[in-house]
């Protein structure tokens, strides 16, 4: 089961910031949000990820809210290298890193 | 700093052979892992390794078999290959088990006709 839910698809205007949601209403208080991207076929990305705190770095930030049941990545200012497959994990001590479908985040000129 | 280095990047078999995926990282992971990613598909976990000399199933081994005599190494093995095990194979290690990345290779490019 994957945990999480993500919308299929999305369209962001190149330059502007791509918020990417993600669902999580049974989030175990061990299980770290992670977030990792693929481009085409290549091996997946590591973006970021968090427990509780909203988390940035220079790739992304990531916003969990207060009870930790949802999720939204955001790319400040979307380019179209960042036009991928975007997936929302959560990893913890009991379970094992799973992979749903994720959004496929297309940036548009 | 290389990371995970996945070899070969690209292989056609044929139905009944057998191979070996070799993957090596150099940043003294204890953790390592194996997926297999169909197409239009997420990831599927095969094979991970905690440490040396120490190996579990993941969602699908079936037709899988690994072995980790080393911390660098983590090779995957086909001992009779089925055109089902036509897929992209990506191998990973991580430092920690839930709170740190795993980091990924490039994967290898598997068809068996």
């Known amino acids: 089961d994957a945990k999480t839910t993500q919308p299929p698809s999305m369209d962001c205007a190149e330059g502007r910031a791509a918020n990417l949601p993600c669902n999580h209403s049974?989030?175990?208080?061990?299980?770290?949000v992670y977030w990792y991207r693929q481009i085409h076929s290549q091996g997946p990305q590591y973006i970021i990820h968090?427990?509780?705190n909203n988390e940035t770095n220079e790739m992304a930030s990531l916003i969990i809210t207060e009870d930790r049941k949802s999720s939204t990545l955001i790319l400040p200012h979307a380019t179209l290298r960042d036009t991928a497959v975007y997936y929302c994990?959560?990893?913890?001590?009991?379970?094992?890193?799973?992979f749903g479908t994720g959004t496929s985040l297309t940036v548009i000129p | 700093n290389a990371g995970v280095t996945q070899t070969p990047k690209f292989r056609i078999l044929k139905i009944g052979q057998s191979m070996t995926l070799q993957c090596t990282q150099d940043?003294?992971?204890?953790?390592m892992y194996w997926y297999r990613q169909d197409p239009g598909m997420g990831l599927k976990l095969i094979y991970y390794?905690?440490?040396?000399?120490?190996?579990d199933k993941g969602e699908v081994p079936n037709g899988y078999n690994v072995s980790r005599s080393t911390t660098e190494d983590f090779p995957l093995r086909l001992e009779l290959a089925a055109p089902s095990q036509t897929s992209v194979y990506f191998c990973?290690?991580?430092?920690?088990?839930?709170?740190?990345?795993?980091?990924f290779g490039d994967g290898t490019r598997l068809s068996i006709l």
């Open positions: 990973a290690s991580s430092l920690g088990w839930g709170n740190q990345p795993q980091h």
């Open positions: 049974t989030i175990s208080g061990n299980e770290y």
């Open positions: 968090g427990l509780k």
């Open positions: 994990i959560l990893w913890g001590t009991g379970n094992q890193f799973y």
């Open positions: 940043m003294n992971h204890n953790y």
């Open positions: 390794s905690v440490g040396a000399g120490i190996t």
